[in-house]
């Protein structure tokens, strides 16, 4: 009988709404900060690798590691992960007939390094050693 009652209280449910909301967008934002830190990382580790380019495709399997190292289920696309990147201020580019992607030039590495400094790239926490811009605070 009580059940009923809150069930059909309009003013109720508007108002538990109206608190629960920035709850939930926190936790959107927080997750929309999470990803932007898995592709950041992912990136991290291909400007770790030397690699003098890296296809989108590339960076979504290397961010699908990292969340499944995390015990994440959540899959991202290379679609994702281009926007994501764009996001982030990375604009693709057609490489090859591969796809498209990025060059790693020394600054493009730099930004990404700064960027994943300030999303707390935990790749970053110790920095890899001989690596200018790990080191680069």
Do not use: W
Not at 63 to 92: D, W, Y
Not at 100 to 124: D, N, Q, W
Request: glycine share 10%; charged share 30%.
């Amino acid at each position: 009988m009580y059940h009923k009652e809150i069930v059909d209280a309009a003013d109720l449910h508007a108002r538990l709404l109206d608190l629960l909301r920035p709850r939930d967008d926190a936790e959107r934002t927080e997750g929309t900060g999470k990803l932007e830190a898995v592709v950041l990382e992912a990136l991290v580790v291909a400007c770790h690798e030397k690699r003098p380019d890296v296809h989108v495709g590339q960076v979504a399997e290397l961010a699908n590691k990292i969340l499944g190292r995390s015990g994440e289920s959540l899959q991202l696309s290379p679609k994702e992960v281009g926007a994501k990147m764009k996001q982030l201020g990375f604009r693709t580019t057609r490489l090859d007939s591969a796809g498209r992607g990025i060059y790693l030039v020394s600054e493009r590495c730099a930004l990404i390094h700064k960027l994943g400094r300030e999303f707390g790239v935990p790749t970053l926490r110790q920095g890899l050693p001989g690596c200018s811009q790990c080191n680069a605070k």
